[in-house]
């Protein structure tokens, strides 16, 4: 089985969709991975996740650009962006068609909903239950087209929670790869880019940790080596609730307004994933010293009273 090298040069990146600001979640996330690759001398990369086509902005993604370079992270390649590299992601999807591994889904939202019968567990998603498999593939139909899915579990080992092993089939079911408006979707780019970019260590937030064994089996399947993978707690309100439009509208930006300078936010991120004892202001560069995996908490943070 793939898995990524000790002796490669570690590789890590931050993968946000240009479709609104950079949260309070989002900085958090993005500091960890840059942290996490900047203390090993690594290469840290920023890609924008643009290939649904609806809901991205090329404006938002260059003021998230500009957010984290507030903050002093920069990638250090040119900034990739998914809508630029469509090419990829149909010859990924010719490969696994010729496997035989995809299969034409014709339900709608509607299918799905009613399909749901029980709630699922924590966050919301509800695995396909694989209404369309056996199906057979007709060139030029637009249809959805989904990844069937090897059966069993996956072992994998989170940096941060430890081992893992879960069963993708009852997380996700088989994911969409194409969506029937012609989009490449996100489990395929996201697998693609990864390889193709060489990225040895994936963080993100916990909210993402139930889909992780799905992307390792479409690894398997286009033979990509396996990322680490290191899922963080979940940015709250202040009374450990889900953050409201309120407070997910705390970017860098509006920060500063309130007067929440750069380097006290800085400091409070940095508190946030263990690498300082109080959250005193800093600067980004600052903080690697203090940055190891082990003493980043597993929980969720709550934002200061303060920021709201
Ligand atoms: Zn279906």
């Known amino acids: 089985m793939p ?9 890590g990146r931050f993968a946000p969709s240009p479709t609104g ?55 250090d390649v040119p900034v990739l962006w998914q809508s630029d590299r469509v090419e990829l992601y149909r ?4 490969r696994l068609e010729r496997a035989g591994l995809l299969y034409p889904c014709q339900c709608s939202r509607k299918d799905l909903a009613l399909l749901a019968a029980a709630p699922h567990e924590g966050d919301g998603l509800r695995p396909y ?11 030029g139909e637009g ?30 079911g088989d994911p969409l790869l194409f969506r029937r408006d012609g989009c490449y979707a996100y489990h395929l780019t996201v697998v693609v880019d990864d390889g193709d970019q060489g990225v040895s260590e994936v963080v993100r937030g916990a909210d993402l940790r139930s889909v992780t064994a799905t992307q390792i089996r ?23 609730s889900r953050l ?38 800093c600067l980004a560069e600052e903080l690697i010293p203090g940055f190891s995996w082990g003493r980043v908490p597993t929980g969720p943070v709550a934002i200061p009273m303060s920021w709201r």
């Open 3 to 11: 898995s990524s090298s000790p002796s490669r040069r570690p590789t």
């Open 218 to 240: 479409l690894q398997e399947a286009l033979d990509l080596p396996r990322p680490g993978y290191a899922h963080l707690g979940l940015v709250t309100s202040p009374d450990g």
């Open 244 to 281: 409201g439009k309120r407070e997910g509208a705390l970017g860098v930006r509006a920060l500063v307004e309130r007067g929440v300078g750069v380097r006290e936010l800085l400091g409070w991120l940095g508190w946030s994933l263990g690498c300082l004892d109080s959250p005193v202001p």
């Open 91 to 94: 010859m990924a999807l010719a």
């Open 143 to 172: 249809a959805a087209l989904r990844f069937m899915l090897p059966p069993g579990q996956v072992a994998w080992v989170d940096l941060l929670l430890g081992s893992q092993l879960d069963d993708p089939m009852g997380l996700t």
């Open 129 to 139: 239950p694989g209404r369309c498999r056996g199906a057979e593939l007709r060139g």
């Open 21 to 75: 600001i950079l949260h309070l979640g989002n900085l958090r996330t993005a500091l960890a991975s840059w942290l996490s690759v900047r203390s090993r001398g690594g290469t840290w990369i920023l890609r924008m996740e643009d290939v649904d086509t609806t809901r991205s902005r090329r404006a938002l993604g260059e003021a998230q650009i500009r957010d984290l370079a507030a903050l002093g992270m920069e990638s």
